[in-house]
């Protein structure tokens, strides 16, 4: 899958043209969030973006490694500056999940789902996944995005080991009739970054919570929630309104913030 800078801003629409002040492809990269970690951060209201077709360091939450061939997956990140420091920073992974759905259902992955807080779910395997990271500015803040989207993935990793939430991996290539050109996969999914960037800007997570709630893939299940020491198992009911999951257990309704999730039991 050839990345092309060129034919990618030609696809974006202009508002989001005119708000990108870079856009870099490669075919290698250690990792696209780092290549932007590292670059000056844009002023607010500006944007920077990497896209690669293989990370040889592409990292996933809780430090865990984003695994894909080359040529197999887009991995793609954007760089953005809050002027001031979001009251729920957090949420904005959730936020880009709804974005990312939304706009992977327009390409025709008709059963894409989210699971709490940042993969994306189609065929109830993994196929992809959202890593937001965050650097302090002054009163505001700069936050790197990065997305990955399983593309065409070899037969013999489908079936790989993977998280204890699922041992399965999809594709694109699987879940829709013609596969987009790279070009139109990469520029439909930078235009939904930068427009829920600044939607969360202007109005926080509330504007995405409705959203969530269709595609939660994990409402409804029985999950055993771990988070530093303490381990929790209950019924997921879905998400607050500022993003938090929340877990019937036998002792009552809990709150989860952070954690790693395996699910035990499939919808009730």
Same mark, same amino acid.
């Given at each position: 899958?050839?990345?092309?800078?060129?034919d990618?801003?030609? !696809?974006?629409?202009?508002?989001?043209?005119?708000?990108l &002040?870079d856009l870099?492809?490669?075919?290698?990269?250690?990792?696209t969030?780092?290549? %932007?970690?590292?670059r000056?951060?844009?002023?607010?209201? *500006?944007? *920077?973006? +990497?896209?690669? @077709?293989y990370q040889? =360091?592409?990292?996933?939450?809780?430090?865990?490694?984003?695994?894909?061939?080359?040529?197999?997956?887009i991995? %793609?990140?954007?760089s953005?500056?809050?002027?001031? !420091?979001?009251?729920?920073?957090?949420?904005?992974? %959730?936020?880009?999940g709804?974005? +990312?759905?939304?706009?992977?259902?327009?390409l025709g992955?008709?059963?894409?789902?989210?699971?709490?807080?940042n993969?994306?779910?189609a065929r &109830?395997?993994? !196929?992809g996944g959202i890593?937001?990271e /965050?650097?302090?500015?002054?009163?505001?803040?700069?936050?790197?995005?990065g997305l990955?989207?399983?593309? @065409?993935v070899? +037969?013999?990793?489908?079936?790989?080991?993977?998280?204890?939430?699922?041992?399965?991996?999809?594709d694109l290539?699987?879940?829709?009739?013609?596969?987009?050109?790279? /070009? =139109?996969?990469?520029?439909?999914?930078l235009?939904?970054?930068?427009?829920t960037?600044?939607?969360?800007?202007? @109005?926080g997570?509330g504007?995405?919570?409705e959203?969530? =709630?269709?595609? @939660?893939?994990?409402?409804?299940r029985q999950?055993?929630?771990?988070?530093?020491?303490?381990e929790?198992?209950?019924?997921v009911?879905g998400?607050d309104?500022?993003?938090?999951?929340?877990?019937?257990?036998?002792?009552g309704?809990?709150?989860?913030?952070?954690g790693?999730?395996?699910?035990?039991?499939?919808?009730?």
């Amino acid at each position: 899958m050839a990345l092309s800078a060129g034919d990618i801003q030609e !696809l974006l629409g202009d508002d989001a043209r005119a708000c990108l &002040d870079d856009l870099e492809t490669f075919e290698s990269i250690e990792s696209t969030n780092t290549y %932007l970690l590292w670059r000056a951060a844009p002023e607010p209201g *500006r944007f *920077r973006a +990497a896209l690669a @077709d293989y990370q040889t =360091q592409g990292r996933g939450r809780r430090g865990r490694r984003w695994i894909a061939p080359p040529g197999a997956a887009i991995c %793609l990140s954007l760089s953005g500056t809050f002027g001031r !420091l979001p009251t729920n920073l957090p949420s904005l992974t %959730l936020a880009m999940g709804v974005g +990312a759905a939304a706009t992977l259902r327009t390409l025709g992955v008709e059963d894409v789902r989210l699971k709490w807080p940042n993969d994306l779910v189609a065929r &109830d395997g993994k !196929l992809g996944g959202i890593l937001t990271e /965050a650097s302090a500015r002054g009163s505001g803040c700069t936050v790197v995005v990065g997305l990955g989207v399983n593309v @065409d993935v070899p +037969a013999a990793m489908k079936n790989l080991p993977l998280d204890r939430w699922t041992s399965k991996i999809t594709d694109l290539k699987e879940c829709v009739g013609a596969l987009p050109s790279s /070009a =139109q996969l990469a520029a439909g999914l930078l235009q939904c970054m930068i427009a829920t960037f600044e939607r969360f800007d202007r @109005d926080g997570f509330g504007p995405f919570f409705e959203s969530w =709630q269709e595609y @939660d893939w994990l409402r409804g299940r029985q999950v055993r929630v771990t988070s530093d020491d303490t381990e929790l198992e209950g019924l997921v009911s879905g998400i607050d309104s500022d993003g938090a999951l929340c877990l019937q257990t036998e002792r009552g309704m809990h709150r989860v913030v952070t954690g790693s999730i395996e699910t035990i039991g499939g919808p009730a």
